[in-house]
């Protein structure tokens, strides 16, 4: 009986800590300021997070190294198209066209 009781308490108090740290800035509302410097940090976390998240995946192939790579071609071909481009379509379709080609057309 003592055991299931401390694994409620754990819930109740994972629970309370996810309500106030997310909670807080809606309760709070303009009362709680980032620090600027904070603000414009924060500009940058969505891409710092896909950029973690991608940059493994089109690195390994297999588990290993590989820079002659199909996912790292179409990852670089697409960056080459989003700089040189305003089309938010254009750097999709050379990406997965190299790939595409890369993989089937040449059998990598």
């Known amino acids: 009986m003592i055991e299931g009781m401390w694994l409620w308490i754990t819930l109740a108090l994972i629970a309370s800590t996810t309500l106030i740290t997310r909670g807080s800035f ?3 509302g303009e009362g709680a300021r980032l620090p600027s410097a904070l603000q414009r940090a924060l500009r ?3 891409a710092a997070a896909l950029s973690a998240l991608i940059v ?3 690195l390994l192939d297999a588990g290993a190294f590989d820079p002659i790579n199909p996912k790292l ?3 670089v071909a697409a960056f080459v198209v ?3 481009s ?4 254009l750097p999709f379709i050379a990406g997965m066209g190299l790939l595409l080609l890369m993989r089937k057309g040449l059998g990598w």
């Open 44 to 46: 940058y976390a969505p």
């Open 26 to 28: 809606l309760l709070l």
């Open 82 to 84: 989003t700089t040189r």
């Open 56 to 58: 493994p995946d089109m």
């Open 73 to 75: 071609a179409a990852g």
């Open 86 to 89: 305003r089309n938010p379509w």
